[in-house]
């Protein structure tokens, strides 16, 4: 059988790219070399909880179209994230606003809290004299000065990275908010939530009436698949679609250590990041908080955790974060040239386009290549 496309990986790109060419009347045949479909955002049932088996997910939009697109899907819910940060047993609320102020200085009002934030800034701004901040310590102590800066982020970026924060770029840190009102949701984004029912519901309404094969790696079979249709798109990492010709790209992985525990609400929130080199680990997520609110907590006596170790990728492993430094971004632009070079291959996704993308981005993009092949 001869297909229009055949899309490599089942995460939301491939899943999206997916429905909208079947509802177009292509012949689509979805691989994924993993056991089951979905990609990252796949999840897991245990004590009727749903896991998060690659990692928390929260689905977070600006763009009413995207909203509204997986909202025709599956109904989401209200969760909204408020990470809670443990450094040394204090706690304290993010991303950074009125309530993490008061609980690092006792500071009342905004005003208050803008000129601690002035005072402990003035040694960085002083030392840039206006120029952009290098690295992400100039950054982090631009934005937050350096009380907050050594308590809730230089050791939890390093321990998330593996390196220094003199070393990370910028932009890693200016996806968190700044506030000076008492609001401790982490997104700025009008729209947020967990689908109903979880996502695996999703990705089984994204991918219903198109053939799919799990347990399917594209390079063990590549003449064979490539044979099976006039397209593909590809979401798997470029690096290995070309053999690494010109080197490995690198990411950072994350081990997850799951466990059931005997006790209806452990740490009476969904995510707890501890920000201190002393804890090995960067968050727990505490999974039936996506979906269960106030007292419904209480109707499962049981609750499952996962604590998160980042480390280095080594093949094998998961490949979570790119690495958006220098060598990597140049490296990737090697790959970028020869498969803009394609013509019946199409690439998109986190791992094909090594970029730190959230769930939202990847559905605009997948519906944006659509638009044009469709
Ligand atoms: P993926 O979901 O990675 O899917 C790619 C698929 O391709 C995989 O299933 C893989 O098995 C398959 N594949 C690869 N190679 C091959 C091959 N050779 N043959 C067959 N199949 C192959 N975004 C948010 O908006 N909110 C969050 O809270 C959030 N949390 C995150 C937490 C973590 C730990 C991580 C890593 C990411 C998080 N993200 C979050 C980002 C989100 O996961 C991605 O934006 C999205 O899932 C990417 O979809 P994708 O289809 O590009 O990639
Ligand atoms: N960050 C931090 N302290 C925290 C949470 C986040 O310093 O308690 C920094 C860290 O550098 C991280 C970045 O902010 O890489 C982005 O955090 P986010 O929670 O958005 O990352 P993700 O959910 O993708 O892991």
């Known amino acids: 059988m001869k297909y229009d496309f055949l899309i490599v990986g089942s995460g939301l790109f491939g899943a999206t790219f997916a429905y909208k060419a079947h509802h177009a009347g292509k012949s689509c045949l979805v691989i994924d070399k993993r056991p089951q479909l979905g990609g990252n955002v796949y999840c897991e049932q245990t004590e009727g909880i749903n896991v998060h088996k690659y ?18 899907l599956v109904p989401f819910n209200r969760y909204t994230n408020c990470p809670v940060a443990n450094y040394h047993g ?17 500071v009342r009002t905004p005003e208050e809290a803008q000129a601690k934030i002035a005072e402990q800034r003035a040694v960085v701004s002083a030392k840039l004299d206006g120029s952009e901040p290098r690295n992400l310590e100039e950054q982090a102590l631009l934005l937050v000065g350096r009380d907050i800066y050594e308590k809730l982020i230089k050791e939890y970026t390093e321990k998330q990275w ?9 932009f890693i840190i200016r996806r968190l908010p700044l506030r000076f009102v008492f609001d401790n949701n982490y997104f700025n984004d009008p729209y947020q939530g967990i689908p109903i029912g979880g996502y695996n519901l999703l990705i089984k309404r994204l991918l219903e009436g198109i053939d799919t094969r799990v347990n399917c790696d594209f390079f063990t079979n590549r003449d064979k698949l490539t044979a099976l249709a006039d397209t593909i798109i590809y979401t798997g990492p470029i690096d290995q679609f070309y053999d690494y010709r010109f080197g490995k790209l690198q990411y950072r992985t994350v081990r997850f250590e799951t466990e059931t525990l005997n006790t209806p609400n452990y740490q009476g929130n969904a995510v707890v990041n501890y920000t201190s080199h002393e804890v090995p680990y ?37 490949p979570y974060y790119p690495v ?37 981005p990847i559905i605009e993009q997948a519906l944006l290549l659509a638009g044009q092949h469709l």
């Not at 997910?57 to 909203?67: D, G, P, R, S």
């Open 324 to 360: 958006n430094d220098e060598r990597n971004a140049a490296l990737y632009t090697q790959y970028k040239s020869i498969a803009d070079t394609e013509k019946h291959v199409l690439f998109g996704g986190r791992l094909a386009e090594y970029k730190y993308y959230d769930m939202a």
């Open 90 to 106: 204090e706690l304290y609320n993010l991303p950074f606003n009125m309530n993490t102020f008061y609980q690092m200085w006792g």
């Open 162 to 170: 593996g390196r220094p924060c003199t070393e990370l770029p910028a």
């Open 55 to 72: 990692g928390a997910h929260i689905f977070h939009t600006a763009n009413k179209a995207v909203w509204d697109f997986v909202n025709a």
């Open 282 to 318: 960067t968050r727990i997520i505490e999974h039936k908080h996506f979906e269960s609110f106030g007292q419904s907590v209480y109707d499962n006596t049981k609750t499952v955790i996962s604590r998160e170790y980042s480390t280095e990728w080594q093949p094998g492993m998961e």
